[in-house]
């Protein structure tokens, strides 16, 4: 079981940045790939990015290649996502997760957290 509570979200304006953070409880937090995805109103839930259990693996949707960076510390059981640049289109609900396999589709996703709003004004 893992438990994920997500932080760092807010109004930025456009180009400007953001750093999530995403804390996770349980002994296992090592044995999971984990993601962000993000949902905008009227939006299915779109993948974002995922990195790998030893962090050595990092995977990017195309249009936030070069302004986001995942990141992880399996001593800290935490996840980040760095987000520089930030567009208008970047506005949504921001959720962490986790998965024991798998990094870009949420059905292979097991836990995730509750989200954070991050808006980008223009």
């Known amino acids: 079981q893992v438990q994920l509570v997500e932080s760092g979200g807010g109004l930025v304006q456009a180009g400007g940045s953001l750093r999530l953070s995403c804390a996770a409880s349980?002994?296992?937090?090592?044995?999971?790939?984990l993601g962000w995805f993000r949902q905008a109103p009227g939006n299915e839930r779109e993948f974002v990015t995922a990195?790998?259990?030893?962090?050595?693996?990092?995977y990017y949707l195309g249009s936030v290649k070069g302004r986001f960076t995942i990141a992880r510390d399996n001593g800290k059981n935490t996840v980040s996502l760095q987000m520089n640049d930030l567009k208008p289109e970047d506005t949504a609900v921001y959720f962490c997760?986790?998965?024991?396999?798998?990094?870009?589709?949420?059905?292979?996703?097991?836990?995730w957290g509750q989200g954070t709003q991050v808006t980008v004004s223009s």
């Open positions: 997760a986790a998965s024991p396999q798998g990094y870009s589709r949420a059905s292979s996703y097991y836990y």
């Open positions: 349980g002994r296992t937090f090592s044995s999971y790939n």
């Open positions: 990195i790998n259990k030893g962090g050595g693996g990092t």
